[in-house]
């Protein structure tokens, strides 16, 4: 069904016609399913008509009785949150067999509040463990201020009143109600036997012997070994121990489930929907509002887009969703040269998406991903480019990114803050030759004038001095930020003052971080935390832009 002209009326129906028609039958459909269940009862009470008039006096009785029955119910609201409260905690009680959860070191240096994300199950920890997190507590790393803040909550916890380390600990007693287990430690020694092959000292071996012998103890309650140390849980299973992943870091189990941002609507969407479709203009910009059973899939700022051969597209994103009616605002075409941002077009339908989102002052947080070679810097920095200089929007524009080296490492780097990050800003001076050739009017002087200028207004910073900063009016672009942890992730976003625009870039292919997954970068953490917030927005990038070989190669290779 080919896309109707928009009208200029607000809230004007599209296709009046078929509208009307339509709403005739809707009308003479539902009077009659009006009429249909009242004529049984009509018939089922005309031979009963004396019954009728002796019930007709229980109604004012029935008003006698409205303040009996409001005092009940004022009755009932005072003892409804002793009722909820009860019932809480009796929901929070299992019933079922609970389990033993051994912790390995590398969990607890990890997330230190791992402790409380076993709900009803007990947590048991081996004393080698302690011995472990005692040798990892000195420097500044992140692991060492894990080891330390693993120590002090191990303390609080020990400290708690009535606390008996012989029983066990209960885990909610520094406040974490929703936690229904006990701490147990190792307090005497226990029996086991290991494989010859397996040396006695190694304190992984010693963390498995402990839950050989727990589980012989315990027997038949399962005891379960949880380790973020592959080598150990196969070891364990190797051994017919249970062991398991600390999953409560993981996003998302499986990277292809991350929000894409954007969504294509079916084939038979007009069909369905042509006649419950209003339309409006309010500047360049055509809106759509509309209801049905798609309403419940999408979610603010996504795109969405209709696409059939011999049909008009249609592009749009979602501005407004109010129960189940949904609001659909048309995009600038940036794909047109008259559009172009800072000399650069777009060239496919995503990339039109991520413009959009990257010149639009209500957005404050912008996601990229997407393969090698997709132009998610270039963008950006185009963007940024024409928001800092020509529209002065924002003053200036600070790149940073995650120091991680894809190989071994080539010692210090002199210089000072900038100079240091020089090395790992390759990509911002690739694209800023790309952005220079843009501008074919000024002639050579011109063009050596407008890179000192833009070279004065791109600052390049180190996450390592981050901490404690804000940034006012700031176009803060983080690039590579598929290496970031969680934590990292909140650090930088949480710099953003008033006015301040952020844009997060990465390829979650290519993680060079050693202990980062998929699903637990802190890409990944911010694109499914920030999914449908009214100012933030993210896309992903489809198809490489950047040569037919890169293309190819980040196809097949």
Known sequence: MPLPPAPAKRAAFLNTEAIQTSAKTKSTRRTDEKVLPSEPVASAQSPKAPMAKTHAPVAPKARDNRHESERRRDEERQTAPLRSSTARTKKTKHTGPTKLFVLDTNVLMHDPMCLFNFEEHDVFLPMIVLEELDGHKKGMTEVARNARQTSRTLDAL?????????????????????????????????????????PQGKADNQILGVVEALRQVHAPREVVLVSKDINMRVKARAL?????????????????????????LPQDFWIKHAKSVES??????????????????????QFVYYEAAGEPSLYARVTEIRGKNVVLKTLKDFNHLKNAVWGVTTRNREQNFAMNMLTDPEIDFV????????????????????????????????????????????GFLPGTEEEKMGPWMGALDDNLEVLAK??????????????????????????????????????????????????????????????????CMG???????????????????????????????????????????????????
Request: avoid cysteine; glycine fraction near 10%; charged fraction near 20%.
């Open 367 to 410: 996601t990229l991903t997407g393969t090698a070679g997709t132009g998610k810097t270039l963008m950006a920095l185009a963007a940024g480019l024409t928001q800092v200089l020509d529209d002065r929007r924002y003053t200036e524009i600070i790149m940073t990114r995650a120091t991680v080296s894809v190989g071994e490492d080539i």
């Open 240 to 264: 017919g121990l249970a062991a398991e992943d600390y999953q409560n870091d993981k996003t998302l189990e499986d990277g292809d489930l991350l929000y894409s941002g954007a969504i294509a």
């Open 507 to 557: 390829n979650l292919a290519q993680i060079d971080t050693p202990y980062l997954t998929e699903g637990s970068s802190g890409l990944t953490y911010a694109v499914d935390r920030f999914k449908g917030w009214p100012h933030g927005g993210h896309i992903t990038l489809a198809r490489g832009e950047r040569s037919r070989l890169a293309d190819f190669a980040s196809d097949v290779l």
């Open 158 to 198: 020990v400290a708690t009143h009535g606390a008996d380390i012989t029983t066990g600990i209960k885990l909610d007693g520094t406040g974490h109600r929703e936690v229904g287990g006990r701490l147990f430690f190792q307090t005497q020694v226990l029996d086991f036997t290991l494989p010859s092959s397996l």
């Open 280 to 301: 409006w203009q309010s500047g360049n910009q055509t809106f759509y509002s509309l209801s049905g059973p798609i309403v419940a899939d999408l979610h603010i700022n």
């Open 438 to 503: 843009t501008e074919t009017t000024s002639g050579e002087w011109g063009r050596a004038a407008t890179n000192e200028l833009i070279r004065s207004r791109i600052k390049i910073k180190s996450l390592n001095f981050m901490r404690g900063r804000t940034f006012l009016n700031k176009y803060l672009i983080i690039d590579e930020a598929q290496n970031l942890t969680p934590k990292q992730m909140k650090t930088l976003i949480t710099r953003a003052g008033p006015g301040t625009k952020i844009v």
